[in-house]
């Protein structure tokens, strides 16, 4: 059982550089989220998307785009790294949108921005 | 801004002993969840409470959701090393239908 699978684990990026964080998903799941994790605080929603084609903001979504061309995969586009960045970042999936319909997430890209 | 507080945030005692810890708002929600992550891991559900009042149990784990649906706390029994973990609250804020808002999360040790 893969669930949610993200890449790369770790990745150190020089401010201005890009990269894409990758993840699938092999549950069929329609509705799929990105998180960043920092310390101290709570989980924040980067983007989410309720199926393929379609993606929303969440709460923190500048300097982040996405896309969702399957419903396996939903990568997270970093174009121009700054320090405010650095962070952990999850991807997770879920049957419904409804609030309080378990998420369930990959194990993370730990990034760092110097 | 509507905040879930999580205390305490930092907690190891020894094997054997019994815990709490706490999610608590000044808002009332429809519902709450309870996640545990592992370092280097992903958080992963334990529990949705709905109902005011409700009590879920899971094996040496009780989770009570408060009367009022403000707050909801989480009592471990004869804590284990495998109890180990980042406990996280998170329930979604009541204008929205698909954000959870997060709580910082209690660090919990059990040492054996």
């Known amino acids: 059982n893969a669930g949610v699978t993200q890449t790369p684990k770790f990745r150190i990026l020089k401010i201005g550089q890009s990269m894409t964080l990758q993840c699938t998903q092999d549950m069929n799941h329609n509705y799929m989220y990105w998180y960043r994790q920092d310390p101290g605080m709570g989980l924040k929603l980067i983007y989410y998307s309720v199926g393929a084609g379609i993606t929303d903001k969440g709460e923190v979504p500048n300097g982040y785009n996405v896309s969702r061309s399957t419903t396996e995969d939903f990568p997270l586009r970093l174009e121009l790294a700054a320090p405010s960045q650095t962070s952990v970042y999850f991807c997770a999936s879920s049957t419904t949108l409804q609030a309080g319909s378990p998420l369930h997430f990959g194990n993370g890209t730990r990034l760092t921005v110097t | 801004t509507q905040l879930l507080e999580q205390s305490p945030q930092f907690l190891s005692i020894q094997e054997g002993e019994n815990l709490t810890v706490y999610c608590n708002s000044s808002s009332v929600f429809s519902s709450l969840q309870w996640y545990r992550q592992e370092p280097g891991e992903g958080p992963v559900l334990l529990v949705t409470v709905v109902t005011g009042g409700e009590v879920k149990k899971l094996k040496r784990l009780t989770f009570q959701f408060g009367d009022a649906r403000k707050d909801s706390s989480l009592h471990i029994t004869a804590a284990q090393p495998g109890d180990t973990g980042l406990y996280l609250c998170?329930?979604?804020?009541?204008?929205?239908?698909?954000?959870?808002?997060w709580g910082a999360g209690t660090k919990l040790i059990i040492k054996p």
């Open positions: 998170a329930a979604p804020p009541g204008r929205s239908n698909y954000q959870l808002i």
